[in-house]
């Protein structure tokens, strides 16, 4: 039995575990003072696991290839975006530039394309930043629990994957072409990652692409089954919400500051030891305020292109229509993208530097923490002579 069989059960209508029963009426509609009572039970929580300590991290995209059509994604196939793949090179002078910022931990991502992102592409990119980067994760296509392995093995100990919506009728309106039509196939990749020795898995959900009450509760519900059968994990969730990307896309679903708030202070209550994540695509005011409520994780100073923070993968730039490579002498186009050449997964909010936000964080009583893994913790011990 995987997550697919419960999640059927749910929307079957079956019984809600108390948990989740818990989970569902901390998200029902709530007025200030239930609110204020909220955000002042989840800093507690937060305190009781996790002390004032703030982990940081920032992604590096490896490639914005993609041969998935997903309507509300920044590099789906279809749009028309200068794309580019970094070379396992470029990708350690981008993994340099974050380690002079303070970054021990980084997230590789990369859009889906079997050409690129293939043939121990990104082995060779988690060998080379493995013995200088302490903690490595993975935000890429799904795979089988045998290639998850290889990733573990090449020097990776985080998986991230989003289901995007739990919503299958939704899901399949977004996602039109490609591998990442198949609704179960995504779904079950968490499970797949474990079974291939990841021991940290990032699971979430897109807020916007359908009712974020439906999708947060199925959220829950994903995280309380992989805390029951992948134990030996530590999970984190995270909400985040739709920004301007290429495409155009105009999300049919709202949810609010106040139902974002709400909603990260429900998990934090139901879930004290989950890590909550939060990313640069909210604003720097909302940024703030949720710090001290019951975040643990932040990225900051992030980039949502290949080569966004030294410019690197400028050689190899090129237009894409329709899935096929026009060279830009051919095209003649502007980049629409500030940083780099190359277009971006999507628009961020808070441009705040590392630095401003690791400042910030400290002048309201959180330490912000760059490493909390070695490898070495695994050695095995000396021998005493």
Request: glycine share 8%; charged share 20%; proline share 6%.
């Amino acid at each position: 039995m995987s997550f697919v069989d419960h999640l059927n059960a749910l929307d079957r209508g079956e019984a809600l575990s108390p948990t989740l029963s818990r989970f569902r009426e901390l998200i029902q509609p709530a007025g200030p003072a239930q609110l204020e009572a909220l955000a002042q039970q989840s800093v507690v929580e937060t305190r009781k696991q996790f002390g004032r300590t703030m982990r940081l991290f920032a992604p590096i995209y490896l490639s914005n290839e993609c041969v998935n059509n997903c309507s509300y994604c920044g590099f789906s196939r279809d749009n028309p975006i200068l794309r580019t793949t970094l070379t396992v090179n470029q990708v350690v002078n981008e993994a340099k530039f974050l380690a002079s910022k303070g970054f021990r931990h980084i997230l590789l991502v990369a859009g889906e394309h079997p050409k690129f992102v293939s043939d121990g592409y990104l082995e060779e990119c988690l060998a080379a930043l493995r013995d200088s980067v302490p903690t490595l994760a993975i935000e890429v296509g799904p795979m089988e629990t045998p290639e998850y392995a290889q990733m573990v093995k090449a020097g990776c100990e985080g998986l991230v994957v989003y289901q995007e919506t739990y919503h299958r009728e939704a899901y399949g309106e977004y996602h039109t072409a490609g591998p990442k039509k198949n609704f179960d196939w995504r779904i079950d990749c968490p499970e797949r990652g474990y079974d291939g020795g990841f021991r940290r898995i990032g699971i979430g959900a897109l807020m916007g692409l359908a009712d974020w009450r439906y999708d947060t509760l199925r959220l829950a519900a994903h995280l309380e089954y992989l805390y029951r059968t992948c134990w030996k994990a530590s999970f984190t969730i995270s909400l985040p919400r739709l920004r301007p990307a290429a495409g155009s896309f105009q999300p049919k679903h709202g949810m609010s500051d106040k139902e974002f708030v709400q909603t990260l202070c429900a998990f934090r209550i139901c879930f004290p030891q989950v890590g909550i994540v939060l990313s640069t695509r909210e604003s720097q005011a909302l940024r703030n305020a949720l710090f001290p409520l019951g975040v643990t994780t932040i990225s900051a100073g992030s980039h949502t292109s290949p080569g966004g923070y030294t410019g690197e993968g400028a050689d190899d730039i090129h237009l894409t229509v329709k899935g096929r490579r026009v060279e830009l002498d051919e095209a003649a186009v502007k980049s629409p993208c500030s940083e780099t050449p190359a277009t971006g997964q999507f628009d961020i909010a808070d441009e705040r530097s590392p630095e401003e936000v690791a400042a910030y964080l400290r002048s309201v009583g959180l330490e912000p923490v760059w490493k909390d893994w070695d490898p070495s913790i695994l050695a095995a011990p000396a021998t005493v002579a």
